[in-house]
Protein backbone atom coordinates (compact mmCIF):
# COMPACT_ATOMS: atom_id res chain seq x y z
CA UNK A 1 0.00 0.00 0.00
CA UNK A 2 1.25 3.21 -1.17
CA UNK A 3 2.32 5.34 1.74
CA UNK A 4 0.22 7.98 0.92
CA UNK A 5 -3.13 6.53 1.81
CA UNK A 6 -1.71 7.54 5.46
CA UNK A 7 -2.11 11.04 4.68
CA UNK A 8 -5.51 10.60 5.68
CA UNK A 9 -5.47 9.46 8.89
CA UNK A 10 -2.10 11.64 9.47
CA UNK A 11 -4.46 15.25 9.14
CA UNK A 12 -6.94 14.11 11.41
CA UNK A 13 -4.21 12.62 14.40
CA UNK A 14 -1.86 15.61 13.76
CA UNK A 15 -4.65 17.89 14.67
CA UNK A 16 -5.47 16.29 17.36
CA UNK A 17 -2.08 16.22 18.82
CA UNK A 18 -1.61 19.66 18.08
CA UNK A 19 -4.33 20.87 19.80
CA UNK A 20 -3.06 19.45 23.12
CA UNK A 21 0.56 20.65 22.10
CA UNK A 22 -0.96 24.61 21.85
CA UNK A 23 -1.80 24.64 25.55
CA UNK A 24 1.60 24.24 26.38
CA UNK A 25 2.58 27.21 24.61
CA UNK A 26 2.08 30.94 24.55
CA UNK A 27 -0.07 32.74 22.43
CA UNK A 28 2.49 33.96 19.65
CA UNK A 29 4.61 30.56 19.86
CA UNK A 30 0.79 28.32 19.05
CA UNK A 31 0.03 30.76 16.29
CA UNK A 32 3.39 30.30 14.76
CA UNK A 33 2.99 26.86 15.62
CA UNK A 34 -0.49 26.54 13.92
CA UNK A 35 0.49 28.40 10.96
CA UNK A 36 3.20 25.82 10.15
CA UNK A 37 1.75 22.53 10.66
CA UNK A 38 -1.32 23.95 8.77
CA UNK A 39 1.19 24.05 5.66
CA UNK A 40 1.93 20.66 6.19
CA UNK A 41 -1.77 19.71 6.51
CA UNK A 42 -2.29 21.31 3.03
CA UNK A 43 1.02 19.60 1.80
CA UNK A 44 -0.96 16.31 3.07
CA UNK A 45 -3.85 17.01 1.33
CA UNK A 46 -2.80 18.35 -1.61
CA UNK A 47 -0.63 15.03 -1.46
CA UNK A 48 -3.79 12.82 -1.48
CA UNK A 49 -5.60 14.76 -3.96
CA UNK A 50 -2.34 14.68 -6.50
CA UNK A 51 -2.67 10.62 -6.00
CA UNK A 52 -6.28 10.61 -6.34
CA UNK A 53 -6.78 12.17 -9.74
CA UNK A 54 -3.70 9.75 -11.34
CA UNK A 55 -5.04 7.14 -10.00
CA UNK A 56 -8.65 7.80 -10.27
CA UNK A 57 -10.30 6.17 -8.09
CA UNK A 58 -11.19 6.59 -4.02
CA UNK A 59 -9.32 3.96 -1.54
CA UNK A 60 -10.52 3.33 1.64
CA UNK A 61 -8.35 3.07 4.94
CA UNK A 62 -8.96 0.36 7.45
CA UNK A 63 -8.62 1.43 11.32
CA UNK A 64 -7.51 -1.32 12.92
CA UNK A 65 -7.36 -3.65 10.24
CA UNK A 66 -11.31 -4.46 11.76
CA UNK A 67 -13.13 -5.57 8.89
CA UNK A 68 -16.82 -4.12 8.60
CA UNK A 69 -19.00 -4.11 10.09
CA UNK A 70 -17.29 -4.16 13.27
CA UNK A 71 -14.45 -1.98 12.18
CA UNK A 72 -13.81 1.93 11.52
CA UNK A 73 -12.67 3.50 8.01
CA UNK A 74 -11.22 6.20 6.19
CA UNK A 75 -12.11 7.05 2.80
CA UNK A 76 -10.33 9.14 0.13
CA UNK A 77 -11.19 10.22 -3.56
CA UNK A 78 -10.58 13.06 -5.29
CA UNK A 79 -13.62 15.25 -4.19
CA UNK A 80 -12.70 14.80 -0.12
CA UNK A 81 -8.90 15.52 -1.51
CA UNK A 82 -10.44 18.63 -3.12
CA UNK A 83 -12.37 19.40 -0.13
CA UNK A 84 -9.80 19.25 2.11
CA UNK A 85 -7.46 20.80 0.29
CA UNK A 86 -9.41 23.76 0.13
CA UNK A 87 -10.32 24.07 3.68
CA UNK A 88 -6.81 23.75 4.79
CA UNK A 89 -6.17 26.58 2.65
CA UNK A 90 -9.43 28.77 3.77
CA UNK A 91 -8.15 27.72 7.47
CA UNK A 92 -4.68 28.99 7.31
CA UNK A 93 -5.67 32.32 5.65
CA UNK A 94 -8.17 32.48 8.09
CA UNK A 95 -5.69 32.25 10.68
CA UNK A 96 -3.05 34.63 9.00
CA UNK A 97 -5.68 37.48 7.60
CA UNK A 98 -8.15 37.83 11.29
CA UNK A 99 -4.28 37.63 13.25
CA UNK A 100 -4.70 41.31 14.02
CA UNK A 101 -7.64 41.39 15.81
CA UNK A 102 -7.39 38.16 17.24
CA UNK A 103 -5.03 39.79 19.94
CA UNK A 104 -7.15 43.18 20.23
CA UNK A 105 -10.54 41.06 20.80
CA UNK A 106 -8.85 37.88 22.47
CA UNK A 107 -7.18 38.29 26.25
CA UNK A 108 -3.43 37.56 25.84
CA UNK A 109 -3.59 34.64 28.40
CA UNK A 110 -6.06 33.02 26.51
CA UNK A 111 -4.88 33.03 22.73
CA UNK A 112 -2.64 30.01 22.91
CA UNK A 113 -6.13 28.07 24.31
CA UNK A 114 -7.93 30.03 20.77
CA UNK A 115 -5.82 27.81 19.48
CA UNK A 116 -5.81 25.13 20.58
CA UNK A 117 -9.63 25.26 19.72
CA UNK A 118 -9.23 26.07 16.08
CA UNK A 119 -6.64 22.70 15.60
CA UNK A 120 -9.79 20.90 17.53
CA UNK A 121 -11.71 22.32 15.14
CA UNK A 122 -9.43 21.58 12.36
CA UNK A 123 -9.59 17.22 13.68
CA UNK A 124 -13.12 17.22 13.04
CA UNK A 125 -13.27 19.08 10.13
CA UNK A 126 -10.79 16.59 8.63
CA UNK A 127 -12.82 13.68 10.39
CA UNK A 128 -16.26 15.03 8.60
CA UNK A 129 -14.09 14.84 5.28
CA UNK A 130 -12.36 11.53 5.10
CA UNK A 131 -14.74 9.36 7.33
CA UNK A 132 -16.84 6.62 6.17
CA UNK A 133 -18.77 5.77 9.24
CA UNK A 134 -21.97 7.84 9.74
CA UNK A 135 -21.33 7.51 13.69
CA UNK A 136 -17.61 8.83 13.66
CA UNK A 137 -19.46 11.46 11.55
CA UNK A 138 -21.57 12.13 14.82
CA UNK A 139 -19.10 11.99 17.62
CA UNK A 140 -16.69 14.89 15.45
CA UNK A 141 -20.23 16.43 14.33
CA UNK A 142 -20.54 17.27 18.13
CA UNK A 143 -16.59 18.13 18.83
CA UNK A 144 -16.99 20.49 15.81
CA UNK A 145 -20.11 22.04 17.38
CA UNK A 146 -17.89 22.49 20.45
CA UNK A 147 -14.76 23.87 19.01
CA UNK A 148 -17.14 26.54 17.22
CA UNK A 149 -18.66 27.49 20.30
CA UNK A 150 -15.11 27.78 22.23
CA UNK A 151 -14.16 30.02 19.04
CA UNK A 152 -17.15 32.27 18.93
CA UNK A 153 -17.21 33.00 22.95
CA UNK A 154 -13.81 33.52 23.83
CA UNK A 155 -14.38 37.10 22.26
CA UNK A 156 -15.76 38.27 25.42
CA UNK A 157 -18.41 40.65 24.95
CA UNK A 158 -21.87 40.61 26.40
CA UNK A 159 -23.11 39.83 22.06
CA UNK A 160 -20.78 37.10 21.54
CA UNK A 161 -22.26 35.23 25.05
CA UNK A 162 -25.20 35.28 24.17
CA UNK A 163 -24.50 34.29 20.33
CA UNK A 164 -22.61 31.78 21.50
CA UNK A 165 -25.93 30.36 23.62
CA UNK A 166 -27.87 30.62 21.13
CA UNK A 167 -25.52 28.99 18.78
CA UNK A 168 -25.15 26.06 20.93
CA UNK A 169 -28.98 25.02 21.37
CA UNK A 170 -29.37 25.69 17.78
CA UNK A 171 -26.74 23.05 16.77
CA UNK A 172 -27.18 20.81 19.53
CA UNK A 173 -31.26 20.48 19.03
CA UNK A 174 -29.50 19.70 15.37
CA UNK A 175 -27.31 17.15 16.58
CA UNK A 176 -29.54 15.23 18.43
CA UNK A 177 -31.87 15.05 15.56
CA UNK A 178 -29.24 13.80 13.86
CA UNK A 179 -28.36 11.12 16.12
CA UNK A 180 -31.61 9.82 16.58
CA UNK A 181 -31.39 9.51 12.41
CA UNK A 182 -28.37 7.69 12.70
CA UNK A 183 -30.34 5.04 15.58
CA UNK A 184 -32.94 4.66 12.89
CA UNK A 185 -30.93 4.22 9.75
CA UNK A 186 -28.58 1.57 12.27
CA UNK A 187 -31.79 -0.17 13.71
CA UNK A 188 -33.02 -0.61 10.10
CA UNK A 189 -29.72 -1.81 8.64
CA UNK A 190 -27.67 -2.77 11.29
CA UNK A 191 -24.72 -1.20 9.94
CA UNK A 192 -22.54 2.06 10.63
CA UNK A 193 -20.38 2.09 7.99
CA UNK A 194 -21.47 3.87 5.10
CA UNK A 195 -21.20 1.52 2.50
CA UNK A 196 -22.98 -1.72 3.83
CA UNK A 197 -25.35 0.43 4.95
CA UNK A 198 -26.17 1.69 1.78
CA UNK A 199 -26.49 -2.12 0.39
CA UNK A 200 -29.15 -2.63 3.10
CA UNK A 201 -31.02 0.29 2.83
CA UNK A 202 -31.15 -0.61 -1.25
CA UNK A 203 -32.59 -3.81 0.27
CA UNK A 204 -35.31 -2.35 2.96
CA UNK A 205 -36.58 -0.03 0.28
CA UNK A 206 -38.16 -2.79 -1.72
CA UNK A 207 -40.38 -4.12 1.11
CA UNK A 208 -43.41 -3.13 2.26
CA UNK A 209 -43.32 0.15 4.36
CA UNK A 210 -39.58 0.16 3.38
CA UNK A 211 -39.68 3.56 1.53
CA UNK A 212 -41.43 5.41 4.70
CA UNK A 213 -39.22 4.35 7.25
CA UNK A 214 -35.82 5.14 5.49
CA UNK A 215 -37.67 8.67 3.99
CA UNK A 216 -37.92 9.47 8.09
CA UNK A 217 -35.17 8.61 9.05
CA UNK A 218 -33.05 10.59 6.31
CA UNK A 219 -35.91 13.66 6.81
CA UNK A 220 -34.49 13.56 10.85
CA UNK A 221 -30.99 13.51 9.59
CA UNK A 222 -31.60 16.02 7.15
CA UNK A 223 -33.55 18.49 9.63
CA UNK A 224 -30.78 18.04 11.72
CA UNK A 225 -27.95 18.92 9.28
CA UNK A 226 -29.95 21.62 8.21
CA UNK A 227 -30.38 23.33 11.56
CA UNK A 228 -26.65 23.55 12.05
CA UNK A 229 -25.75 24.77 7.81
CA UNK A 230 -28.34 27.43 8.01
CA UNK A 231 -30.85 26.10 5.66
CA UNK A 232 -34.28 28.14 5.90
CA UNK A 233 -36.08 29.20 8.26
CA UNK A 234 -33.13 27.60 10.79
CA UNK A 235 -30.52 30.50 9.54
CA UNK A 236 -32.14 32.94 12.19
CA UNK A 237 -29.01 32.55 14.08
CA UNK A 238 -26.11 33.54 11.62
CA UNK A 239 -26.32 37.38 11.77
CA UNK A 240 -25.39 37.13 15.61
CA UNK A 241 -23.29 34.58 15.26
CA UNK A 242 -20.93 35.61 12.60
CA UNK A 243 -21.68 39.57 13.36
CA UNK A 244 -20.28 39.42 17.19
CA UNK A 245 -17.39 36.94 16.37
CA UNK A 246 -13.56 37.93 16.12
CA UNK A 247 -12.71 37.88 12.49
CA UNK A 248 -10.73 35.19 12.09
CA UNK A 249 -13.62 33.05 13.90
CA UNK A 250 -16.64 34.49 11.21
CA UNK A 251 -14.24 33.57 8.98
CA UNK A 252 -14.01 29.44 10.05
CA UNK A 253 -17.54 29.31 10.72
CA UNK A 254 -18.99 31.09 7.60
CA UNK A 255 -16.91 29.45 4.77
CA UNK A 256 -16.17 25.88 6.51
CA UNK A 257 -17.92 24.96 9.63
CA UNK A 258 -21.47 25.34 7.69
CA UNK A 259 -19.84 23.85 4.65
CA UNK A 260 -18.77 20.65 6.66
CA UNK A 261 -22.31 19.47 7.82
CA UNK A 262 -23.39 20.17 4.44
CA UNK A 263 -20.93 17.87 3.02
CA UNK A 264 -21.59 15.18 5.52
CA UNK A 265 -24.83 15.11 4.00
CA UNK A 266 -23.71 14.72 0.68
CA UNK A 267 -21.92 11.55 2.22
CA UNK A 268 -25.10 10.59 3.48
CA UNK A 269 -27.58 10.89 0.37
CA UNK A 270 -24.53 9.02 -2.27
CA UNK A 271 -22.86 6.96 0.28
CA UNK A 272 -25.49 5.76 3.16
CA UNK A 273 -28.79 5.86 0.86
CA UNK A 274 -27.76 5.47 -2.50
CA UNK A 275 -28.18 8.57 -5.04
CA UNK A 276 -30.96 6.90 -6.81
CA UNK A 277 -33.15 6.33 -3.66
CA UNK A 278 -32.84 9.43 -2.67
CA UNK A 279 -33.91 11.16 -5.99
CA UNK A 280 -37.00 8.89 -5.69
CA UNK A 281 -38.03 10.23 -1.83
CA UNK A 282 -39.51 13.50 -1.06
CA UNK A 283 -36.74 15.08 0.55
CA UNK A 284 -35.54 16.16 -2.68
CA UNK A 285 -38.40 17.73 -3.40
CA UNK A 286 -38.57 19.77 -0.26
CA UNK A 287 -34.72 20.54 -0.24
CA UNK A 288 -35.66 22.76 -3.90
CA UNK A 289 -38.33 25.32 -2.66
CA UNK A 290 -36.40 25.42 0.71
CA UNK A 291 -33.70 26.26 -0.55
CA UNK A 292 -35.12 29.30 -3.05
CA UNK A 293 -36.91 30.64 0.24
CA UNK A 294 -33.65 30.66 2.01
CA UNK A 295 -31.89 32.81 -1.17
CA UNK A 296 -35.02 35.18 -1.15
CA UNK A 297 -35.20 35.74 2.78
CA UNK A 298 -31.96 35.65 3.23
CA UNK A 299 -31.23 38.30 0.75
CA UNK A 300 -34.33 40.20 2.09
CA UNK A 301 -32.90 40.11 5.72
CA UNK A 302 -29.30 41.30 4.11
CA UNK A 303 -31.34 44.61 3.08
CA UNK A 304 -32.93 45.51 6.26
CA UNK A 305 -29.68 45.21 8.04
CA UNK A 306 -27.66 48.57 9.47
CA UNK A 307 -24.56 46.49 10.24
CA UNK A 308 -22.23 45.43 7.83
CA UNK A 309 -21.51 42.13 9.62
CA UNK A 310 -24.99 41.37 9.72
CA UNK A 311 -25.73 41.90 6.15
CA UNK A 312 -22.69 39.69 4.90
CA UNK A 313 -24.14 37.05 7.71
CA UNK A 314 -27.60 37.37 5.98
CA UNK A 315 -26.35 37.01 2.83
CA UNK A 316 -24.36 33.77 4.18
CA UNK A 317 -27.89 32.52 4.75
CA UNK A 318 -28.79 33.13 0.82
CA UNK A 319 -25.90 31.52 -0.36
CA UNK A 320 -26.78 28.50 1.64
CA UNK A 321 -30.01 28.65 0.09
CA UNK A 322 -28.11 27.86 -3.54
CA UNK A 323 -26.78 24.81 -2.21
CA UNK A 324 -29.23 23.53 -0.97
CA UNK A 325 -31.65 24.17 -4.28
CA UNK A 326 -28.73 22.67 -6.93
CA UNK A 327 -29.27 19.60 -4.06
CA UNK A 328 -33.06 19.50 -4.60
CA UNK A 329 -32.29 19.91 -8.59
CA UNK A 330 -30.16 17.07 -8.91
CA UNK A 331 -28.27 16.08 -12.10
CA UNK A 332 -25.70 18.69 -12.76
CA UNK A 333 -27.51 20.36 -9.67
CA UNK A 334 -24.98 18.30 -7.56
CA UNK A 335 -21.82 19.75 -9.30
CA UNK A 336 -23.28 23.64 -9.14
CA UNK A 337 -24.10 22.86 -5.39
CA UNK A 338 -20.43 21.45 -4.61
CA UNK A 339 -19.12 24.57 -6.58
CA UNK A 340 -21.08 27.14 -4.69
CA UNK A 341 -19.70 25.26 -1.43
CA UNK A 342 -16.16 26.43 -2.73
CA UNK A 343 -16.92 29.94 -4.38
CA UNK A 344 -18.91 31.05 -1.25
CA UNK A 345 -16.38 29.75 1.55
CA UNK A 346 -13.61 31.13 -0.52
CA UNK A 347 -15.74 34.70 -0.88
CA UNK A 348 -17.37 34.48 2.71
CA UNK A 349 -13.83 34.55 4.00
CA UNK A 350 -12.49 37.01 2.56
CA UNK A 351 -15.58 39.61 3.03
CA UNK A 352 -15.36 38.80 7.11
CA UNK A 353 -11.53 38.95 7.14
CA UNK A 354 -12.04 42.48 5.21
CA UNK A 355 -15.19 44.25 7.10
CA UNK A 356 -13.35 44.95 10.83
CA UNK A 357 -10.71 46.62 8.73
CA UNK A 358 -13.42 49.15 6.92
CA UNK A 359 -14.66 49.41 11.09
CA UNK A 360 -11.09 50.37 12.44
CA UNK A 361 -10.90 53.44 9.86
CA UNK A 362 -14.30 54.59 10.91
CA UNK A 363 -14.91 55.13 14.47
CA UNK A 364 -14.26 51.22 15.32
CA UNK A 365 -17.98 50.52 14.02
CA UNK A 366 -19.95 48.60 11.86
CA UNK A 367 -22.79 50.30 11.16
CA UNK A 368 -23.41 51.50 8.10
CA UNK A 369 -23.74 55.15 8.60
CA UNK A 370 -20.34 55.39 10.04
CA UNK A 371 -18.44 53.63 7.50
CA UNK A 372 -19.02 56.58 4.69
CA UNK A 373 -15.57 56.85 2.96
CA UNK A 374 -13.93 53.78 4.53
CA UNK A 375 -12.71 52.32 1.66
CA UNK A 376 -10.81 55.19 0.53
CA UNK A 377 -9.10 55.32 4.02
CA UNK A 378 -7.98 51.94 4.00
CA UNK A 379 -7.76 51.01 0.65
CA UNK A 380 -6.69 47.82 0.43
CA UNK A 381 -9.74 46.79 2.39
CA UNK A 382 -11.62 48.83 -0.14
CA UNK A 383 -10.63 46.95 -3.19
CA UNK A 384 -11.20 43.41 -1.62
CA UNK A 385 -14.17 44.25 0.03
CA UNK A 386 -15.28 45.07 -3.50
CA UNK A 387 -13.82 42.32 -5.44
CA UNK A 388 -15.71 40.09 -2.43
CA UNK A 389 -19.00 42.05 -3.27
CA UNK A 390 -19.02 41.73 -6.91
CA UNK A 391 -18.40 38.19 -6.39
CA UNK A 392 -21.29 37.91 -4.28
CA UNK A 393 -23.51 39.63 -6.96
CA UNK A 394 -22.24 37.64 -9.65
CA UNK A 395 -20.22 40.03 -12.02
CA UNK A 396 -18.57 37.68 -14.58
CA UNK A 397 -14.50 36.65 -14.03
CA UNK A 398 -15.58 36.13 -10.26
CA UNK A 399 -16.14 32.84 -8.69
CA UNK A 400 -19.91 34.16 -8.18
CA UNK A 401 -20.89 34.24 -11.87
CA UNK A 402 -19.72 30.75 -12.51
CA UNK A 403 -21.33 29.50 -9.61
CA UNK A 404 -24.91 30.66 -10.68
CA UNK A 405 -24.45 29.76 -14.63
CA UNK A 406 -23.41 25.95 -13.10
CA UNK A 407 -26.97 26.69 -11.49
CA UNK A 408 -28.57 28.15 -14.18
CA UNK A 409 -27.09 24.87 -17.11
CA UNK A 410 -27.91 22.74 -14.56
CA UNK A 411 -31.85 23.93 -14.30
CA UNK A 412 -31.60 23.89 -18.18
CA UNK A 413 -30.32 20.30 -18.29
CA UNK A 414 -32.92 18.81 -16.49
CA UNK A 415 -35.66 19.63 -19.22
CA UNK A 416 -38.34 20.12 -16.18
CA UNK A 417 -40.51 23.41 -17.37
CA UNK A 418 -41.16 23.90 -13.52
CA UNK A 419 -37.36 23.60 -12.29
CA UNK A 420 -36.60 25.80 -14.98
CA UNK A 421 -38.63 28.67 -14.77
CA UNK A 422 -38.18 28.52 -10.94
CA UNK A 423 -34.55 28.42 -10.91
CA UNK A 424 -34.11 30.79 -13.64
CA UNK A 425 -36.31 32.94 -11.29
CA UNK A 426 -34.87 32.83 -8.38
CA UNK A 427 -31.43 33.36 -9.60
CA UNK A 428 -32.81 36.33 -11.42
CA UNK A 429 -34.20 37.98 -8.49
CA UNK A 430 -31.49 36.81 -5.79
CA UNK A 431 -28.91 38.28 -7.71
CA UNK A 432 -30.85 42.04 -8.09
CA UNK A 433 -30.95 41.50 -4.48
CA UNK A 434 -27.35 41.08 -3.89
CA UNK A 435 -26.19 43.74 -6.09
CA UNK A 436 -29.11 46.19 -4.16
CA UNK A 437 -27.23 45.71 -1.08
CA UNK A 438 -23.58 44.91 -1.80
CA UNK A 439 -23.14 47.89 -4.59
CA UNK A 440 -24.84 50.33 -2.16
CA UNK A 441 -22.42 49.50 0.54
CA UNK A 442 -19.54 49.57 -2.04
CA UNK A 443 -21.00 53.11 -2.83
CA UNK A 444 -21.22 53.79 0.54
CA UNK A 445 -17.45 53.18 1.33
CA UNK A 446 -16.02 54.95 -1.45
CA UNK A 447 -18.38 58.00 -1.20
CA UNK A 448 -15.72 60.40 0.50
CA UNK A 449 -16.55 61.75 3.88
CA UNK A 450 -16.15 60.70 7.52
CA UNK A 451 -19.47 58.70 8.69
CA UNK A 452 -21.29 59.35 11.75
CA UNK A 453 -18.37 58.72 13.84
CA UNK A 454 -15.67 60.17 15.16
CA UNK A 455 -12.48 58.78 13.96
CA UNK A 456 -10.28 60.70 16.58
CA UNK A 457 -12.67 59.63 19.27
CA UNK A 458 -10.03 57.35 20.82
CA UNK A 459 -7.67 59.32 20.41
CA UNK A 460 -9.11 62.44 21.97
CA UNK A 461 -10.35 60.73 25.09
CA UNK A 462 -6.76 59.44 26.07
CA UNK A 463 -5.49 62.60 25.75
CA UNK A 464 -8.23 64.57 27.31
CA UNK A 465 -7.66 62.02 30.49
CA UNK A 466 -4.00 62.33 30.27
CA UNK A 467 -4.22 65.58 30.68
CA UNK A 468 -5.71 65.28 34.00
CA UNK A 469 -3.10 63.90 35.67
CA UNK A 470 -0.16 65.52 36.34
CA UNK A 471 2.22 62.67 34.54
CA UNK A 472 0.83 61.79 31.22
CA UNK A 473 2.66 59.06 30.96
CA UNK A 474 1.59 57.61 33.74
CA UNK A 475 -1.99 57.97 32.74
CA UNK A 476 -2.12 56.59 29.42
CA UNK A 477 0.03 53.50 31.44
CA UNK A 478 -2.96 53.23 33.49
CA UNK A 479 -4.91 53.24 30.17
CA UNK A 480 -2.88 50.51 29.35
CA UNK A 481 -2.05 52.55 26.32
CA UNK A 482 0.97 53.92 24.84
CA UNK A 483 0.65 57.51 23.39
CA UNK A 484 4.10 56.57 21.23
CA UNK A 485 2.45 53.90 20.01
CA UNK A 486 -0.62 55.96 19.00
CA UNK A 487 1.04 58.17 16.44
CA UNK A 488 3.17 54.83 14.96
CA UNK A 489 0.48 52.18 15.07
CA UNK A 490 0.18 50.78 11.16
CA UNK A 491 -2.53 51.09 9.45
CA UNK A 492 -5.18 48.26 9.62
CA UNK A 493 -4.22 47.11 5.95
CA UNK A 494 -0.42 47.31 7.26
CA UNK A 495 1.02 47.60 3.56
CA UNK A 496 1.35 44.67 1.31
CA UNK A 497 3.41 42.70 3.32
CA UNK A 498 1.28 42.30 5.97
CA UNK A 499 -0.33 39.35 6.89
CA UNK A 500 -3.68 39.92 6.32
CA UNK A 501 -2.92 41.04 2.41
CA UNK A 502 -1.12 37.94 1.63
CA UNK A 503 -3.73 35.99 2.73
CA UNK A 504 -6.99 38.39 1.12
CA UNK A 505 -4.60 38.30 -2.24
CA UNK A 506 -4.90 34.82 -2.22
CA UNK A 507 -8.09 34.53 -1.68
CA UNK A 508 -8.43 37.03 -4.24
CA UNK A 509 -6.75 34.83 -6.29
CA UNK A 510 -8.74 31.65 -5.65
CA UNK A 511 -11.76 33.68 -6.56
CA UNK A 512 -10.65 34.72 -9.92
CA UNK A 513 -9.08 31.29 -10.55
CA UNK A 514 -12.76 29.47 -9.84
CA UNK A 515 -14.15 32.52 -12.01
CA UNK A 516 -11.77 32.07 -15.46
CA UNK A 517 -11.28 28.44 -14.82
CA UNK A 518 -14.57 26.77 -13.61
CA UNK A 519 -14.19 24.44 -15.58
CA UNK A 520 -11.53 22.67 -14.32
CA UNK A 521 -12.54 22.56 -10.41
CA UNK A 522 -16.21 21.56 -12.25
CA UNK A 523 -14.33 18.33 -14.16
CA UNK A 524 -12.52 17.31 -10.52
CA UNK A 525 -15.99 17.51 -8.83
CA UNK A 526 -17.44 15.63 -11.86
CA UNK A 527 -14.97 13.27 -11.05
CA UNK A 528 -15.08 12.53 -7.60
CA UNK A 529 -18.80 12.50 -7.63
CA UNK A 530 -18.89 9.36 -9.82
CA UNK A 531 -16.31 7.58 -7.92
CA UNK A 532 -18.03 8.85 -4.61
CA UNK A 533 -20.46 6.52 -3.70
Known amino acids: MEFVRNFPLFTIVFSLFSSVLCMLLNGRQAKRYTVCYECVLLILCAAVLFYTIRTGESFIYVMGEFPAPWGNEIRAGILEALTATAFIFILLCSVLGGWRFLILDVEESKIHLYFTLINLLTAALMSL ?6 FT ?21 GRTTLAAIRYM ?20 TGHLLMIPMREAVSEIILSENGGMTITFSLAILTIGLGMKSGLFPFHFWMPDTYGAATPTSASILSALVSKAYIFLLFKIYWRCIGIEIFESLPIRNLLFPLGICGMIFGSVSAIR ?81 TIGSLSMVGIPVFAGFSSKLFFAVAAAESGDANTIWSTMLALGVSSMLNALYFIRTVVRIYTAG ?33 T ?32 LFSWVTADLIQQGLNIFA
Open 450 to 482: RGGADISAPRMFVMQVASQSQNQDNAAKNLNFN
Open 305 to 385: ANHINRMVAFSSAAQIGYIYMGLGMGGLGYIAAMFQIFSHAITKSLLFLTTPRLAAVSGDSLLFNNLQGAGLRARNAGIFF
Open 137 to 157: GYVFLEILTLSSCGILIVREI
Open 129 to 134: IWTNDI
Open 484 to 515: ADMETEPAPESGIFSAYFIAALILTGLNLFLG
Open 169 to 188: IVNLLGSGLFLLGVVLLYSL
